[in-house]
């Protein structure tokens, strides 16, 4: 089934306490992206990549860090996780086309972290 | 620079009325993808349409049909003879032509209810 992963879904965690979600698909896409979503803001993508070892930042980057160094992985860090960062968390992959390029992006399941 | 704006953040209907979640875009660039997303109680993020800059064909899909309108940039969502499982939160999304399936752009989101 093709589909993206997250884990873990769930997480609570203390200030400061390095943590990692992790990111899988299984669809060969170039594309990934990670999202934060917030009460009131929709979401607000954080990083994306559109290739191993290709990454840029999105709106809102601060506090986070990501790496892509195999196509199917796309994990986000939280090098020291502050309590503004308490949010539901989605990755997406999507493929690139050629042309335009107008692939949608599918979802993870999201992964819901709480920073006290 | 993109934006997407829901202005109803919360919707209220009786099972089996009609409803249309509204979504005004703006971009610069003239090739850009609209999409609507549904996020029911469960978390997950569900695709439900993409629709090209350059098809400004409506389209209708069982209950569900979208309007786009180049002229007032918006693509709004109709919902006939809503149930209580169209509950959910909707997302309506934009990425421009250069950054297609890597970035995408959300409103803040419309909370359906539907009341049976």
């Known amino acids: 089934e093709a589909q993206v992963t997250q884990n873990p879904r769930y997480l609570i965690t203390v200030t400061g306490k390095k943590l990692t979600v992790t990111c899988s698909q299984n669809?060969?896409?170039?594309?990934m992206s990670w999202y934060r979503q917030d009460p009131g803001l929709g979401l607000r993508q954080i990083y994306y990549s559109m290739n191993v070892e290709v990454t840029d930042k999105g709106d809102v980057p601060e506090g986070y860090k990501v790496s892509r160094k195999e196509k199917r992985n796309f994990p986000l860090i939280l090098e020291s996780p502050s309590p503004n960062q308490t949010s539901l968390y989605f990755c997406a992959s999507s493929s690139k086309t050629s042309g335009v390029g107008t692939d949608t992006q599918y979802f993870g399941p999201g992964t819901r972290l709480t920073v006290l | 620079a993109q934006k997407v704006t829901q202005a109803q953040t919360e919707i209220s209907v009786v099972e089996k009325e009609d409803v249309t979640l509204d979504c005004v875009y703006e971009?610069?660039?003239?090739?850009?993808?609209l999409f609507w997303y549904k996020q029911p109680p469960s978390g997950e993020l569900v695709f439900l349409i993409r629709?090209?800059?350059?098809?400004?064909q409506n389209e209708i899909s069982g209950r569900y049909s979208w309007n786009f309108q180049k002229s007032t940039s918006s693509f709004n969502f109709t919902i006939t003879a809503s149930q209580v499982v169209d509950s959910a939160v909707y997302f309506c999304a934009l990425s421009e032509r250069e950054t297609s399936g890597s970035r995408l752009t959300f409103g803040e989101g419309t909370q359906l209810t539907v009341n049976p």
């Open positions: 629709r090209n800059s350059f098809d400004e």
């Open positions: 669809m060969n896409h170039e594309y």
């Open positions: 971009t610069r660039d003239t090739t850009y993808y």
